[in-house]
């Protein structure tokens, strides 16, 4: 019997080493591995968290750029709604690239050669229009719904600008805030009502009275006596007019018989004189 | 196996959500492949990320007929065989000395390891746990000093669990050098492990 004994430790000791061996397959993976690839392949987007002039906002992106921008109560209820709009799920990134933070800071800060990028699939290409075409408008300054519709040649679709702009899914970083209706009173905003929309336009330095002034008194366009063209009221080259030299508009009929031509940065449109 | 002919229908069939499925089934196992590949967790996380995202660009490529005609599981350790061999001889010729090495996997594994304590022994004898904590460390650390060509096929094998045919498509061999390097390999573990036993043995008598 004694001479078996080493031959049965020698088989239970390879039964040991194969079970150890199964064993070492028992390892966690981190879970960076699924997001990683899927943000990788863009199957998935990353998200992170960005101070903005209306406080934290969610906002997730992928290699093709911006895609939502929310604000949200938790990380879960933004993954869900981000969900919901992209058809992809969201990963929480705590390193996001630093060139995309100081791209983001800096057109935040008013920097429209900021390099942002935006991913706008799935959305019509008037929408796209629209969202690409607001985002033209400079900081600090409004354009009515009807600007965004005669730029981008669909001039009747002032109501689906509108909705283009109630549908924005980068709120912020797309100014829809900046797109206002044609009276001059500031409108809808999506992302917090019109209160949040004056904060936003205030933080750009827009002096959101005086244009809501103008607009309750009927005025459209501004010009200043020296000049030659007329403007939307917060386009930047009327801002250093001294108010004496101020002159206003109700409409564009009666500042192009005033003899009076569009503005070439803000481009209000040209009246159609009859006769 | 019945669940990769399904996926690989899926795959022919719906590209994008077949492949959420294929990465949220397989990178556990191709991140134990990579770990007992490499040795090191953070190595082990590149390796199998890098490995889906080849198998993604692969499958954009193919047509559904070769997508549903898929082996994915031997596939799909294949892409890994290989980038952990490229890796290995890349390594190889630019030697990086780390400067960093209390920063490195060990830390995690150490973490990972009481947690798979804890988890075996709610009840206490962490002894035992921590024991045998030792030993699968020690055995980890052992497959590293084997050849490539036997290391990969023990851990395809004994590890991930896998027929020889399949494992003969991994690596590109006939299913008889396969079995050698198999048993070439454990015997090789064994007999490390049965010397560094008598080792300890004797160093305890002494």
Same mark, same amino acid.
């Given at each position: ?275 | ?42 190595? /082990?996380? +590149?390796?199998? %990320?890098?490995?889906?995202?080849? &198998?993604?660009?692969? =499958?954009?490529?193919?047509? *559904?007929? $070769? ?61 035992? /746990?921590? +024991?045998?904590? %030792?030993?699968?460390?020690?055995? &980890?650390?052992?497959? =590293?000093?084997?050849?490539? *060509?036997? $290391? ?55």
């Amino acid at each position: 019997m004694s001479d078996l004994r080493p031959r049965v430790d020698g088989l239970s000791a390879a039964r040991d080493l194969l079970t150890d061996l199964r064993a070492l397959g028992h390892t966690p993976a981190p879970s960076t591995c699924v997001s990683g690839t899927l943000t990788r392949v863009g199957l998935a987007d990353s998200y992170m968290t960005i101070e903005t002039p209306l406080g934290l906002v969610y906002l997730a992106w992928n290699e093709r750029g911006l895609s939502v921008a929310r604000r949200a109560a938790t990380h879960g209820d933004f993954e869900v709604e981000a969900y919901a709009l992209l058809g992809r799920r969201v990963f929480l990134e705590t390193e996001p690239p630093q060139r995309m933070e100081q791209a983001l800071r800096a057109w935040l800060a008013g920097d429209r050669r900021a390099p942002l990028t935006f991913d706008l699939r799935g959305q019509t290409p008037f929408m796209q229009a629209a969202l690409l075409k607001a985002r033209e408008i400079p900081y600090g300054e409004v354009r009515p719904y009807s600007w965004v519709a005669r730029e981008i040649g669909r001039p009747a679709a002032v109501r689906a600008v509108g909705t283009a702009m109630a549908r924005n899914p980068v709120p912020v970083f797309i100014p829809c805030h900046r797109v206002v209706r044609a009276d001059g009173h500031l409108g809808a905003y999506g992302m917090g009502g019109p209160e949040s929309k004056r904060t936003i336009l205030r933080a750009e330095g827009l002096n959101v009275t005086r244009a809501e002034a103008l607009a309750a008194a009927g005025v459209r366009y501004v010009s200043s006596v020296s000049g030659d063209s007329y403007c939307y009221p917060s386009c930047h080259s009327t801002q250093s007019i001294a108010p004496e030299q101020l002159i206003t508009f109700a409409s564009e009929e009666e500042a192009v018989t005033a003899g009076y031509i569009p503005c070439d940065a803000c481009r209000p449109p040209l009246a159609a004189l009859a006769g | 196996m019945a669940s990769d002919v399904a996926l690989a229908a899926a795959l022919a069939d719906d590209l994008d959500s077949a492949f959420e499925a294929l990465v949220c089934g397989w990178s556990q196992r191709l991140y134990a492949f990579s770990l007992r590949m490499t040795g090191r967790s953070r190595d /082990a996380e +590149e390796l199998a %990320e890098e490995t889906l995202v080849q &198998a993604w660009r692969a =499958l954009a490529g193919y047509d *559904a007929e $070769r997508r549903r005609a898929l082996r994915v599981r031997p596939w799909l350790f294949q892409i890994a065989a290989n980038l952990a061999r490229n890796r290995a001889r890349s390594a190889r010729r630019n030697p990086v000395i780390s400067l960093d090495a209390g920063d490195d996997a060990d830390g995690q594994n150490f973490a990972a390891a009481a947690e798979r304590i804890a988890d075996a022994d709610p009840l206490g004898a962490p002894g035992a /746990a921590l +024991e045998r904590q %030792e030993r699968l460390d020690e055995l &980890a650390a052992l497959l =590293l000093t084997l050849p490539e *060509a036997q $290391r990969v096929v023990v851990i395809l094998r004994h590890i991930e669990g896998m027929q020889y045919a399949a494992i003969a498509e991994v690596v590109g061999e006939p299913v008889g050098t396969v079995k050698s390097h198999a048993s070439r390999g454990v015997a090789r573990l064994r007999k490390t492990l049965e010397h560094e036993r008598v080792a300890a043995a004797q160093e305890a008598l002494s």
